[in-house]
């Protein structure tokens, strides 16, 4: 059994990080279930291990929080649904890259149910959208915005970390980072998509879906 956690409020990071990392622990030595943690933190950028310093292009805005995750730069703060996920990948079958094609393909799931579509693209970490209502690109191409951000760190097999999914954030709050390192593409939420849904539309779809694609 999956033990889900929902959060009211912010959450404090480092205080999010120390769970993480002690519910990761337990579960790795079986003495905790698996667990999925669904909250807000305050506004906040995060490094990856991949971040380059100069994708951070206004450091005093708000913390910056070194982390261990996989991935880039990105934002967090109120009206973005984070999604920690302390699973068991090695009783998932050992397979990291198929993981996160697990937690991408939930995410798209998730979305589809509010009728938006989420893509995977090749050099691109998260789930992007495409946008018929903006100028097509340069090369002639549909513009594409980033919806959610995938990142993940394991210990002993087991993950934490996650994702986050743009719900309702202020999207000139990631003017601050390059996010994830991708100077072309914009980010979006559902809102600015025009569609008036709120975090616990997203939590239910999350839950709904979580079943269908990791089979607990």
Not at 61 to 81: A, D, K, L, S, W
Not at 100 to 107: C, F
Request: aromatic share 8%; glycine share 10%; proline share 5%.
């Amino acid at each position: 059994m999956v033990d889900w956690i929902t959060s009211d409020g912010l959450t404090d990071y480092n205080s999010a990080l120390a769970f993480m990392e002690d519910r990761a622990a337990a579960i790795a030595a079986g003495t905790a279930p698996e667990c999925v943690w669904l909250l807000e933190h305050p506004p906040l950028y995060t490094a990856g291990t991949s971040a380059r310093l100069q994708d951070l292009t206004d450091p005093d805005r708000f913390p910056v929080h070194q982390t261990r995750r996989g991935g880039q730069y990105t934002y967090h703060g109120p009206g973005q649904r984070v999604v920690y996920v302390m699973l068991d990948v090695g009783r998932r079958g050992h397979d990291v890259r198929r993981f996160v094609q697990q937690l991408e393909t939930w995410v798209i799931a998730a979305l589809s149910e509010f009728n938006v579509t989420g893509h995977i693209r090749d050099g691109r970490v998260g789930v992007w959208v495409q946008r018929d209502d903006k100028p097509l690109t340069a090369n002639g191409a549909k513009t594409e915005d980033k919806i959610a951000a995938i990142g993940i760190r394991l210990r002993k097999w087991v993950s934490f970390h996650g994702i986050s999914i743009n719900v309702e954030p202020d999207l000139e709050h990631f003017s601050g980072i390059v996010p994830c390192g991708i100077t072309e593409h914009g980010v979006t939420s559902l809102v600015d998509l025009g569609l008036p849904v709120t975090m616990q539309d997203v939590d239910v779809a999350l839950r709904r879906s979580f079943a269908t694609v990791f089979g607990d």
